[in-house]
């Protein structure tokens, strides 16, 4: 089973990224406090493992999903000293097969959803796999935030914020278009797909705030996260930043 990131370094995208990690790392610790009763958790599109670190000390057992045999092959190198993990080489649309009859306390499904074109779909998939009561970690690649509504807005495009449909956004970066899918999703519209189908919100956080390559130049990383800390929950009431974090409980 091929994927695109058989072909592409995506650790070497990381290099120069630590400010964007560590906001992620601290999204996701903040959620795990409110997160009871985890015995077992499931990463779907893991990767490298790149955020395995920050939940593996909180489960007795944790399967690391991705469909990059060259990132799960990095992943196991990394993590090669912990007995909790099984690693599976599955896209989310073939993992009912691989993991038929296992249910989990805990669901990531983080910077994935922009290379799916049906959220419904990966959504749907992504739930048969949390117990009730189970909680999800879920990214939104945010079309709506902030930059992108100041962009159109001054292009003259003043219903952009509420504009709801998905927002494919290889036409506008170059990207060739037979390439993997690379989709915004207006936060809202799933939102409401969870509730719908019986989730509980729990917390809503906006994600990397600061994003800025100006902020990353003047001021240390640190400084960038003791803001970030303080204004990651207020921020996911508007949908400011270019990532929004969601943990949801299913039932």
């Excluded at 996701?28 to 077992?40: A, D, E, G, M, Y």
């Excluded at 879920?138 to 219903?159: D, S």
């Excluded at 640190?222 to 800390?229: A, G, P, R, V």
Aim: net charge positive.
């Amino acid at each position: 089973m091929a994927s695109h990131y058989d072909h592409y370094d995506y650790p070497s995208y990381w290099i120069g990224r630590e400010y964007e990690h560590k906001c992620e790392e601290l999204a996701i610790s903040r959620f795990l406090q409110k997160c009871q009763n985890i015995k077992n958790a499931l990463d779907i599109g893991c990767g490298y493992g790149r955020l395995t670190k920050v939940y593996l000390h909180r489960v007795k057992k944790a399967y690391l999903s991705d469909p990059s045999a060259k990132l799960l092959a990095r992943a196991r190198k990394e993590l090669s000293r912990s007995r909790k993990i099984t690693f599976v080489h599955s896209c989310l649309t073939n993992l009912k097969h691989q993991i038929p009859n296992v249910k989990f306390d805990l669901v990531f499904f983080v910077r994935v959803m922009h290379h799916m074109p049906d959220y419904k779909e990966a959504i749907g998939e992504i739930s048969r796999f949390i117990n009730n009561r189970g909680f999800l970690i879920l990214e939104i690649p945010n079309k709506r935030h902030f930059k992108a509504v100041v962009q159109q807005v001054l292009c003259g495009n003043f219903t952009y914020p509420l504009d709801i449909s998905p927002k494919d956004i290889r036409c506008t970066q170059n990207i060739k278009e037979n390439s993997i899918p690379f989709v915004n999703y207006h936060p809202d519209v799933v939102i409401r797909n969870l509730k719908d189908r019986g989730y509980k919100i729990i917390e809503v956080r906006s994600v990397s705030n600061l994003r800025l390559s100006y902020l990353k130049g003047i001021f240390p990383v640190e400084s960038l996260l003791s803001i970030e800390e303080k204004i990651q929950v207020f921020l996911g009431r508007f949908f400011f930043g270019p990532s929004i974090f969601i943990l949801a409980q299913k039932g």
